[in-house]
């Protein structure tokens, strides 16, 4: 299924480099249905798209209306989230369930439409309600406008590279179990790639992602990490690997032997092969980084297999299990000071082509703390949580997000607000502590459907604090609706005065999702001018399950062009 996908997608890429004129209508139609998948010798059904795992790639360029009618033949309700796109006044598009939604129920249907402004590069689609983006994911590929090159070298082929994340069991069962008891769900049992665990898992090597490729050509990977819970580094054994593009915004290139990506993420990465067949197969290995306690998460590690054409046989034959097989050497699973350093290097292009408009000014600045907290047991009731007295929550400025049973959009929108969110979120936390320090005695947190409101135009700085609360995690957060500059990063606790002084704002570079560093903390910088209400998490599912989470509420601007668009007629109702 996989190898398929691969040639549909190198096929579609040559259609739409001569077919699509700029500013066309693409249209899709996405069937979600249940199908049994056999991994790791264990066969589950699984909810999917149109039958396939992963997901179809949505192709277009920029400037492209995007229309994907979707029709939900699954028993779960549905939402799907086109991560990264702006969603320029077209909020009601975005997808995360309750938040811009109410979900499509079993039997009903919805269709997505928006345009694709100013962006190109790879983003992609997941299912946004509950786990079951889980199975539910796929690439968007965006070209640059017909006849506009890329600012590097083109590559000989283009091939995607999706990392998931597998269980033997259901994974809507894992998170509701989770849940009902308030402990750590089970962890998932493989990684893959392009739905493939691959050799290095039980009775895989049959289920291995394998990219053939040509000595001394460039390939260009377009790599997504749709993980549930997990960061990755990520390398090839003998290659290095050049980013030109992170979350499809052009950066500075830069060629390293590892990256880290997190759940969320994407790069555009080109691989040269070497310029002589070198009798030899090379491993490409993903594995885990993070500080958590262990246990908690999956710490296995997933191969594809990276083989050369040998010119000399005159046949592209099957796999040579005779030849060498070389393995990269990934940084330990806690290697924060990697992380930090590769962060450190993603610089926006900055060109008079693509520059980097960091606002300058700000007119609204935020201090959030984000990580992980407790509820009390239920009156009388046991729980599974930290000491087994509690149970596990997660909060911004300690407020735990609870998702309301009808849309926040469609309640902003018809002035029908009350009893559905407050506007009232706390721009920094009620009560300052050493944040990653010596936790406080009570880490319990509070409940709340509460929202931040923006005006048309504002600009914003948001440094999101990670704390050592129940242990110091990296967090990568994504933010709907917009893109962000990253104007600063550092461990322990933010110092207005010494960490403001060291911002970049003249190339940071510029993402939709970001990792709070562990016991460190982010700064970043956005102009809210797209109206609407828009989601800001956590990306690692558990933690989102947990309400790490809250929403942006921004106004209507003055003029025509400055305004949320009204709701399609076919919208679903809650």
């Known amino acids: 299924m996989a190898a398929t996908w691969y040639f549909l997608l190198v096929a579609v890429i040559v259609a739409l480099s001569t077919n699509l004129a700029e500013g066309a209508t693409v249209e899709y139609q996405f069937d979600v249905a249940t199908m049994n998948v056999t991994r790791l010798c264990s066969s589950k059904s699984i909810v999917t798209v149109n039958g396939q795992f992963p997901g179809p790639t949505v192709f277009a360029r920029e400037g492209d209306l995007v229309v994907v009618r979707v029709v939900n033949n699954a028993q779960y309700n549905m939402s799907i989230h086109w991560h990264g796109i702006r969603q320029i006044r077209s909020g009601w598009a975005d997808g995360p369930a309750y938040i811009t939604q109410c979900p499509i129920q079993p039997g009903q249907s919805y269709v997505y439409k928006y345009t694709i402004s100013g962006q190109r590069g790879t983003l992609w689609w997941h299912a946004h309600i509950s786990w079951l983006r889980a199975t539910v994911y796929g690439p968007i590929v965006i070209l640059p406008k017909l006849g506009v090159p890329y600012p590097f070298a083109a590559p000989y082929k283009e091939v995607p590279l999706i990392f998931g994340e597998w269980w033997k069991a259901d994974t809507e069962a894992v998170i ?117 306690a262990s246990g908690t998460f999956d710490n296995t590690t997933v191969a594809g297999i990276l083989e050369y054409e040998n010119p000399s046989s005159g046949s592209s034959a099957a ?186 704002l003249v190339d940071p570079v510029e993402r939709n999702t970001v990792g709070v560093p562990a016991a460190g903390w982010v700064a970043i910088r956005f102009r809210a001018d797209n109206p609407g209400v828009w989601f800001m998490h956590c990306h690692l599912e558990v933690h989102v399950s947990w309400g790490l989470k809250m929403a942006w509420l921004v106004q209507d601007g003055s003029l025509p062009n400055q305004k949320l668009l009204p709701p399609p007629s076919d919208l679903p109702k809650c």
């Open 176 to 292: 509701s179990q989770a849940l009902q008891t308030g402990g750590g769900p089970n962890v998932s049992d493989a990684f893959t790639i392009n739905g493939l665990p691959g050799p290095l898992y039980n009775c895989s090597a049959k289920d291995t992602f394998k990219l053939k490729v040509k000595p001394g050509k460039t390939y260009m990977l377009r790599i997504i990490n749709a993980a549930l819970n997990d960061e990755l580094f990520f390398s090839v054994a003998g290659h290095q690997l050049t980013i030109v593009d992170v979350d499809a915004v052009y950066i500075k290139p830069i060629t390293v032997d590892t990256l880290l990506i997190t759940p969320g993420q994407t790069s555009n990465v080109l691989l040269t092969a070497k310029p002589s067949y070198p009798g030899a197969t090379y491993y490409m290995m993903a594995a885990p980084y993070s500080t958590a």
């Open 319 to 504: 796999f040579n299990k005779n030849l060498p097989v070389f393995r990269p050497t990934l940084p330990k699973i806690n290697d924060t000071s990697f992380v930090s350093n590769y962060t450190a290097k993603l610089r926006s292009l900055a060109s008079e082509e693509y520059p980097a408009q960091v606002p300058q000014e700000v007119d609204r600045r935020f201090f959030f703390t984000v990580g992980l907290g407790t509820h009390p047991c239920a009156v009388n009731g046991t729980c599974q949580g930290p000491n087994n007295s509690s149970r596990f929550a997660a909060a911004v400025n300690n407020v735990s997000f609870v998702l309301p049973t009808t849309a926040l959009l469609q309640s902003h929108y018809t002035g029908m607000s009350n009893g559905v969110y407050s506007s009232n979120f706390p721009i920094v936390p009620a009560k300052p502590f050493n944040y990653t320090g010596t936790p406080p005695n009570n880490t319990n947190v509070s409940n709340g459907t509460r929202l931040v409101v923006l005006q048309y135009g504002d600009t914003v700085e948001l440094v999101m604090q990670g704390t050592s609360i129940l242990g110091a995690e990296s967090h990568p957060f994504h933010l709907h609706g917009f893109n962000f500059f990253v104007v600063g990063q550092g461990f322990g606790n933010f110092d207005p005065v010494k960490d403001q002084a060291k911002y970049n």
